[in-house]
């Protein structure tokens, strides 16, 4: 048994560039050398040293059999010790190395952690030779059932070379024969079960994905994103075992890149000495592969500057670091960032060019509130100062965007939407939506666009898009090409990436109707079905939809009913929780009040003073963060208040229509008064009133449905929830009536007003 193909990680730039940084062999002795440009763009000062990779190595060693950490119970522990005893038991598979431990251990310091986050693909690999040297002082407890057929063929290996050596030290080989032995070795990578996972310092922040330079290529760093693609996880060879087919001897070939010459001729002494010249051939089953995963990581919507396009990067997942994401997660991933050369005609037309990934170490989720504990934590007095004052639902509400004049009512809703509702989960699986769709239609320059913006920079996840610029596959999901395998992949649309967050739409009307109803699905599923190019799947697209458009004739037409003026299907209107007709209606008072108000704003780029201080982005961010922590529920005596609030509504507009129904014919004119004898007058005590609003186009309302009666319950959980109260109240309830009935309030007086 030989260990050929060493040759073969040079084809591995990164390999390459750690080896053209690194001498080839360990040194006794430490020598000085010019600081490199790295060193002088960093902090560090002076001349850099050559590192002694064996000493570390044996600093290393000491590190997993001696460091000691205090447990909970304020007892010392050997952490490292437990680790890969449960490694060797076959318990775990992931080695965790933290900086912070290394850094913190009196014989390793500051110096070795520093020169592991500068060369930690160098590092990974004189880290897993150290946890080697533990694991063979280490013994096993009984893991028969955990056995493979890796177990088997590497013990059938195993014999096969103890019986090789004892035949050559049978027939006296002697120095030759030792000579042997260490080709007879097996590539690490063919032994080892588990994976080294270098977790960042604490200290250490992420760096945005605009501030990733090449002084970082080679290093270990942390960036966070969100998630845009993700490809399907693929075996990667990374050890090739072939048997020759005319003396079965086996040979190992260690893979480091993506790319391979495989091995054809056999190397073995038997061949050579009978001239068989024998062929190899590639054993699946003996070969080692591990999974692998490609992730597409962009820039958050806050860390793009305006009039830029989102900077993304590509991570490659390994082993147990794939499948730990989706798209639409926000992520931080640590990993080592290495260059890599471009292949084919796309490396003819490049040259020397590049392309960078990150080497994934470790990749964490966000929680779902998206925000950070330090920051949450620091906040938490002035949270608690807010919810202490009764009035906090009115200081919240106009605290966001305070430099637009009035609108009161209009960011009560936008607060109730940041909140939220509660999701519920019957048991037979049927998920009732928490999340609250608002709809902003006005007229021409009552700063729809400017309340999004806010929004948008309010909410922890948002995305911000237009209706014009935006496609159906765009919002929801598009099937495009792998660039390495040409295989279809998904990557997510503005829906998509907005899960667990807000998707702000302007120019809603602007949009196509096939590609409006590509949202159909999200306002009220929450989902993404897809059924293209032989994919179907389901992906989550838990979000807020706030929309703002234009009337049908740009501005509102009093003389057309509210439905003409809307001009939007009514299957997509009742999936609005709120729908806002804001009017621009001249007016003395309120137009000279506006005219200060934007002057004073111009003038002072600021707000005008308030009765009271407004809260921050910020401040208003953390109490959201809050306020969602709670889940209210509907007590049972406010059950029956709610059902005779949605039947009486039910029944006002049922009874609208009736009044108002025209009688064609004789018989039918016959049977109303013969209906009219019979009944009571005060059966309708306000016909007269009744007519009149049916026959007013603009209270003929969109229609009534079990979805309004939804929307009542969602926005009086939000002001619940605002309370920091666990239950929902009367007046909440009442609350979510006015805010239902103002948001059409202005179009009712625009028709009344009207010649």
């Not at 080679?218 to 969100?226: A, D, E």
């Not at 001729?265 to 010249?277: F, Y």
């Not at 798209?327 to 991933?333: H, K, L, T």
């Not at 999200?522 to 458009?549: P, Y």
Request: proline fraction near 4%.
């Amino acid at each position: 048994v030989r260990l050929v193909g060493s040759e073969m990680c040079i084809r591995d730039s990164a390999a390459a560039a750690a080896l053209a940084r690194t001498p080839a062999a360990p040194r006794a002795a430490t020598r000085t050398r010019p600081a490199s440009r790295a060193a002088r763009a960093g902090d560090m000062s002076g001349p850099a040293e050559y590192a002694d990779y064996k000493a570390d190595e044996d600093v290393l060693y000491d590190f997993f059999r001696e460091y000691r950490e205090e447990n909970d119970d304020m007892m010392e522990t050997f952490k490292y010790a437990e680790l890969l005893q449960k490694v060797k038991n076959r318990a775990s598979r992931v080695v965790e190395v933290d900086l912070d431990d290394i850094n913190d251990w009196e014989r390793a310091g500051p110096e070795l952690c520093e020169r592991i986050r500068t060369n930690a693909r160098r590092y990974v690999d004189i880290i897993s030779r150290a946890i080697d040297r533990v694991l063979l002082a280490l013994r096993a407890t009984d893991f028969s059932r955990h056995d493979g057929a890796a177990d088997v063929m590497r013990n059938l290996r195993e014999d096969k070379r103890d019986r090789a050596r004892a035949e050559r030290a049978a027939n006296g080989e002697g120095d030759d024969g030792a000579a042997q032995v260490e080709d007879d070795e097996f590539p690490p990578a063919l032994t080892r079960r588990y994976q080294v996972v270098l977790l960042a310092r604490e200290g250490d922040k992420s760096v945005p994905l605009r501030r990733v330079l090449s002084a970082h290529i080679g290093s270990l760093l942390t960036v966070k994103g969100i998630v845009t693609r993700v490809t399907a996880v693929k075996p990667q060879l990374q050890v090739a075992t072939y048997t020759c087919d005319q003396c079965g001897f086996e040979v190992y070939q260690e893979v480091t890149a993506r790319n391979f010459m495989p091995l054809f001729k056999c190397p073995s002494s038997n061949c050579e000495h009978n001239r068989t010249n024998g062929k190899l051939r590639m054993q699946t089953r003996g070969s080692v592969f591990v999974p692998f995963q490609e992730v597409r990581l962009q820039e958050e919507a806050d860390q793009v500057p305006v009039g830029h396009i989102p900077r993304a990067i590509t991570i490659h997942a390994y082993g147990e670091s794939a499948r730990k994401c989706s798209a639409g997660d926000v992520v931080s991933v640590t990993g080592v960032f290495l260059p890599v050369p471009y292949e084919g005609q796309r490396g003819l037309r490049a040259g020397l060019i590049a392309d960078t990934f990150v080497e994934a170490a470790s990749i964490t989720q966000h929680k779902k509130s998206h925000t950070d504990e330090a920051a949450a934590a620091e906040m938490a007095a002035q949270v608690a100062d807010i919810a202490a004052d009764g009035n906090v639902y009115e200081k919240l509400g106009r605290s966001i965007a305070p430099e637009i004049f009035a609108h009161d009512d209009v960011k009560k809703a936008l607060l109730l939407l940041l909140v939220g509702g509660v999701t519920n989960t019957t048991s037979d699986g049927m998920r009732i939506r928490g999340d609250i769709n608002v709809c902003l239609m006005g007229d021409p320059g009552v700063a729809k666009s400017q309340l999004l913006k806010h929004v948008s920079h309010i909410a922890p996840r948002s995305v911000y898009t237009t209706g014009k610029g935006s496609s159906g596959v765009g919002l929801t999901a598009a099937v495009t090409r792998d660039t390495q395998t040409g295989e279809a992949v998904l990557e997510g649309g503005a829906l998509v990436l907005a899960d667990m967050g807000v998707c702000c739409i302007d120019e809603f009307d602007k949009m196509e109707d096939a590609d409006r109803t590509a949202i159909h699905e999200v306002m009220e599923q929450q989902t993404v079905s897809i059924a293209k190019a032989g994919i179907t799947t389901t992906l989550n697209a838990r979000t807020s939809v706030l929309a703002a458009a234009n009337h049908a004739w740009s501005r509102y037409n009093p003389s057309k009913s509210v439905s003409e003026n809307i001009n939007m299907p009514a299957a997509l209107l009742s999936r609005f929780d709120l729908m806002w007709l804001i009017r621009d209606k001249p007016d003395l008072a309120r137009d000279l009040a506006l005219a200060e108000h934007v002057t004073y704003v111009h003038r002072h780029s600021s707000h005008p003073p308030m009765d009271f201080e407004a809260l921050d982005a910020k401040t208003v961010r953390a109490y959201v963060c809050a306020a969602k922590r709670y889940s209210p529920a509907v007590p049972p005596e406010l059950t029956e208040h709610i059902v005779d609030e949605y039947v009486a509504l039910r029944q006002k507009v049922e009874r609208r229509a009736q009044c108002a129904a025209p009688q064609s014919t004789r018989a039918a004119r016959r049977g109303a008064h013969a209906h009219a004898r019979a009944a009571p007058r005060a059966a309708c005590r306000h016909h007269s009133r009744c007519v009149q609003d049916a026959l007013d186009p603009s209270k003929t309302e969109c229609f009534t449905s079990a979805r309004t009666l939804l929307a009542i319950l969602r926005l009086a959980q939000a002001l619940a929830r605002l309370r920091f109260s666990d239950k929902v109240g009367e007046e909440d309830v009442a609350e979510a009536r006015r805010l239902m009935e103002m948001s059409k309030a202005r179009a009712r007086a625009a028709r009344r007003a009207a010649p």
